[in-house]
């Protein structure tokens, strides 16, 4: 009104008033407030918390500034990477179904399963499409579970054996390959140098040679490899000592029980990869998790929930007196509000098909496994409403009443209507802020529920999960309701197999099958992660989900991710608020991951920002400080964590920097090797880069990764062209002895620990058999059945044999071993003789230049 009033009278002037109100509001906006650090990376070598410190400045002389400080979780750099999308869909399809998908339901199968409602009192049913047929599971088949080694068992085992045996006790194994000799030629060689292996085991469609020596008869594993290694490198293209190797985690992703092949909705939200994640930090104790199955009751005698069922500590079963005091006579594993007795049986096998996909026990060897059937300590409490004739919501209330009374953090509710109801949206919002999880079914009549509600997904509360059923592979039911803003999550719903009544298995189709995932899943996170709130479970829920096109309009947040969750809820609590800086009264620490402040003119507060934990997995974490505030500012700090660890490298049994290689003669013209082993006894990745060589020596060449707990060969060769004695003194880079932070640095492979490594090796000419070419050999030729013939068959060779080989012949036609005769000495031609029959004779024509050098030979 101001400046209409001077533009009647002065333009220009009008216009600098409204030059002045813009600058004024510009200020009130991204100018109002600095924030300190505008980024934040932290690095550490070992787990543990530590603590930094955001300010707020506020840039106003005279105005009071309200300043909302929101950390978010952004997603994790380091995710599940063995198996991605995709995969989990084939993983999906290849589970066998006995029941095909149904077609959308008919118009009187709809009335027939739709949502009742019914005001004062509301009924309720069930939502489920019954499209159930009774089916015995096939048979999966799997390996049995192995538990994983914690990291420091893991390090102190790799210590003692990572590479090869310090110490030998009873027997030990080396294993080779021989490049163009005989296996048995090579064992006979082996016993002439006293080398006497007790077993030997020969691997042909590997091609690998395993001897197994005795600790008593022989060397020193050491030793006896490297005496091997000098005398009989060149029949070798590499040999080496036995390593032991440990189990990274679960071994069978699978359970054994006999249904999971039927469960296809479990690898299509990353079940199996969910708790290989958690297998990995086994010494994690879960906590007891109590999961309410608000609906038609349970069987409690199914073999498959028996060990699962939740039971009363305070209730002596069947003495007819309530112990606990709760208004509630023996009720021991629940009740039943539906006909108010102690005794929530299920008579119609849809609550029972509910709690065996949140938690019928895995690894059982029966029928399925439940989401939370693993690394887990989840307990399903049965609280029936629901009859063949619905239920009503002030049952639903008092079954979710008990549920809270006993501790109950999560409810599977599977049921709802299309009635609203004011004491049911009041009652969510109120458990929503005691820290209940509140779990419900969308609805199975194929409408949007943003435009026509469905109850009780229609109710706002932020402890309210709203759960869509999908089809396999990859597409919303058809009978699914849906909706954008009042869905949040999709789950497979369609043809899902589970426990049923009177200890049986059947396939259900409904988002009634979808909501016990979802809360079961809640269940496996929150049982595992001791450090979560269930509303830090819903969020690392709805974070997790899979953004997929199929679904994108249809429900809020995506398809349910198990795995991601896992991922999520592991770098969760590694950013937090610390009430530290508190003290202000001007300053609200709202929870872990939000702070509001009310910031005076000119003032500045400093807020204290947790980062770390006691534990998780090497990599970075990364999170953003959301800052809003009055005036319509806002601004970011991104925030990293990244636990890296120490690389700490030594030579494989020594506690030198150098080591000495030596070559004592190797003949012209062969490649002879020797190995050096490094092992990587820190909690981060090794790099390691070798000098570069001159010849007759060669190496490893590029950067080399060691990563933590793990040992690698490095392999050296002499090879020479001309005889010769050298040295070179190489050196090994590392990133090894330097600070986690720096060795993270491009240039960390220079700053690090210098290892040195002495090479010596001396060439020559090697002693030659040297056989005439026209003499030839003779080969004894067989006459059939009558044995060996004295006539021989002459055959040109290769002029020369290497000395080392003086004992055996090979060129392509004709191998065998080299002898002579018992009584002749020289030069004249073998005659046949059982000494010599069946080998390949040296013959000559008059000379007698072998002689020596045979004798020698032999």
């Known amino acids: 009104q101001l400046l209409m009033l001077v533009l009647k009278v002065r333009r220009p002037l009008a216009l600098v008033l409204v030059m002045v109100v813009a600058c004024r509001r510009q200020s009130a906006g991204a100018n109002t407030i600095d924030l300190f650090?505008?980024?934040?990376?932290?690095?550490?070598?070992?787990?543990?918390?530590?603590?930094r410190r955001l300010k707020v400045q506020s840039n106003l002389s005279s105005e009071v500034v309200n300043v909302e400080l929101q950390l978010r979780i952004t997603p994790a750099s380091r995710r599940l990477l063995e198996q991605t999308t995709t995969n989990r869909v084939a993983a999906s399809n290849n589970h066998v179904h006995s029941v095909?998908?149904?077609?959308?339901?008919?118009?009187?199968?709809?009335?027939?399963?739709?949502?009742?409602?019914?005001?004062?009192?509301?009924?309720?049913?069930?939502?489920?499409?019954?499209?159930?047929?009774?089916s015995t599971a096939k048979n999966a088949n799997v390996e049995p579970i192995s538990t994983r080694l914690t990291f420091a068992q893991e390090h102190r085992k790799r210590q003692d054996a990572a590479v090869n045996v310090a110490t030998c006790n009873g027997t030990y194994r080396i294993l080779m390959r021989l490049k163009n000799m005989g296996v048995d030629v090579f064992r006979r060689r082996l016993q002439e140098d006293s080398l006497h292996a007790q077993r030997w085991m020969h691997l042909k469609h590997v091609g690998i040679e395993v001897a197994e020596f005795d600790c008593q008869s022989n060397l020193d594993p050491h030793q006896l490899l490297q005496q091997m290694r000098e005398r009989h490198g060149t029949d070798l293209v590499f040999s080496e000592l036995d390593?032991?190797?440990?189990?990274?985690?679960?071994?069978?992703?699978?359970?054994?029980?006999?249904?999971?092949?039927?469960?296809?909705?479990?690898?299509?939200?990353?079940?199996?990869?969910?708790?290989?994640?958690?297998?990995?930090f086994i010494s994690l104790i879960p906590r007891t998790t109590v999961v309410a199955v608000i609906d038609t009751g349970m069987a409690l005698d199914h073999p498959d929930l028996q060990s699962v069922l939740w039971t009363n500590p305070g209730e002596i079963p069947g003495n007819g007196v309530d112990d606990d005091g709760n208004g509630y006579v023996d009720d021991v594993h629940g009740y039943d509000f539906k006909d108010n007795d102690p005794n929530p049986s299920d008579d119609h096998g849809h609550g029972t098909h509910c709690a065996g996909v949140i938690g019928a026990q895995a690894d059982n060897g029966l029928g399925i496994a439940g989401v939370a059937g693993r690394h887990a300590d989840v307990k399903l409490m049965a609280l029936r409403f629901l009859g063949s004739d619905g239920g009503t919501s002030s049952d639903a209330l008092r079954a979710l009443e008990y549920a809270l009374d006993k501790g109950a953090a999560i409810s599977s509710n599977s049921w709802g209507g299309p009635g609203d109801s004011a004491a049911m949206a009041a009652a969510l919002k109120t458990i929503s802020a005691k820290g209940h999880l509140f779990v419900a079914a969308a609805g199975n009549e194929g409408t949007n529920v943003d435009k026509t509600p469905s109850y009780p997904c229609g109710y706002e509360s932020d402890g309210l999960l709203c759960v869509a059923s999908t089809a396999s592979p990859d597409s919303l039911s058809s009978f699914s309701n849906y909706g954008a803003k009042r869905v949040h999550v999709a789950a497979p719903g369609s043809n899902i197999y589970s426990t049923f009544t009177s200890g049986t298995y059947r396939y259900l189709s409904g988002t009634s099958m979808a909501t016990p995932l979802v809360a079961g899943a809640a269940a496996l996170i929150w049982s595992t992660y001791h450090y979560l709130s269930v509303a830090d479970v819903r969020e690392v829920l709805v974070a997790a989900c899979q953004k997929v096109p199929w679904l994108t309009h249809r429900v809020k947040f995506g398809l349910l991710d198990v795995a991601q969750m896992a991922v999520g809820a592991d770098q969760f609590s590694w950013f937090s608020f610390s009430p530290h800086h508190a003290a202000s009264s001007n300053f609200t620490l709202v929870n872990s991951r939000l702070v509001r402040i009310i910031l005076k003119p000119g003032a500045a507060v400093e807020i204290g920002l947790a980062i770390g934990s006691e534990q998780g997995r090497i990599g970075t974490y990364t999170a953003e400080v959301v800052a809003q505030w009055s005036g319509g500012g806002n601004a970011t700090i991104p925030v990293s964590y990244t636990l890296q660890g120490q690389p700490e490298l030594i030579f494989a049994g020594s506690n030198s920097s150098v080591v000495e290689l030596n070559w004592s003669m190797v003949s012209i013209g062969f490649a002879s090797m020797r190995t050096v082993t490094v092992s990587n006894q820190g909690n981060g990745t090794a790099h390691l880069r070798l000098s570069q060589l001159q010849a007759p020596f060669s190496g490893p060449v590029g950067t080399i990764n060691v990563l933590p707990g793990t040992t690698q060969m490095l392999r050296f060769f002499c090879t020479s062209k001309v005889p010769g004695s050298w040295s070179l003194?190489?050196?090994?880079?590392?990133?090894?002895?330097?600070?986690?932070?720096?060795?993270?640095?491009?240039?960390?492979?220079?700053?690090?620990?210098?290892?040195?490594?002495?090479?010596?090796?001396?060439?020559?000419?090697?002693?030659?058999?040297?056989?005439?070419?026209?003499?030839?050999?003779?080969?004894?030729?067989?006459?059939?059945?009558?044995?060996?013939?004295?006539?021989?068959?002459?055959?040109p060779l290769v002029p020369s044999v290497p000395a080392e080989w003086e004992t055996y012949l090979e060129d392509g036609h004709v191998s065998a071993s080299l002898a002579r005769s018992p009584s002749l000495e020289g030069c004249s031609t073998h005659h046949s003789s059982a000494a010599v029959r069946g080998r390949v004779l040296l013959v000559s024509r008059g000379s007698c230049y072998f002689q020596d050098k045979a004798r020698h030979a032999q």
């Open 243 to 280: 390593i032991r190797v440990w189990p990274l985690g679960v071994v069978a992703d699978h359970p054994n029980d006999p249904g999971w092949s039927s469960q296809w909705g479990m690898p299509r939200t990353g079940v199996d990869l969910a708790w290989r994640h958690l297998a990995s």
């Open 37 to 51: 650090p505008t980024s934040l990376a932290v690095f550490s070598p070992h787990h543990g918390v530590q603590e």
């Open 100 to 134: 095909a998908h149904k077609s959308v339901p008919t118009s009187s199968a709809r009335s027939r399963d739709a949502h009742l409602g019914i005001s004062q009192p509301r009924f309720f049913t069930p939502i489920s499409k019954v499209t159930s047929t009774a």
């Open 729 to 795: 003194n190489s050196t090994l880079q590392t990133n090894s002895g330097i600070s986690a932070q720096e060795s993270l640095l491009p240039s960390a492979i220079e700053r690090g620990m210098l290892f040195t490594i002495f090479l010596r090796c001396s060439c020559d000419k090697p002693p030659y058999l040297a056989i005439d070419r026209h003499s030839g050999v003779s080969v004894l030729r067989s006459r059939g059945p009558g044995g060996m013939s004295a006539d021989k068959l002459p055959r």
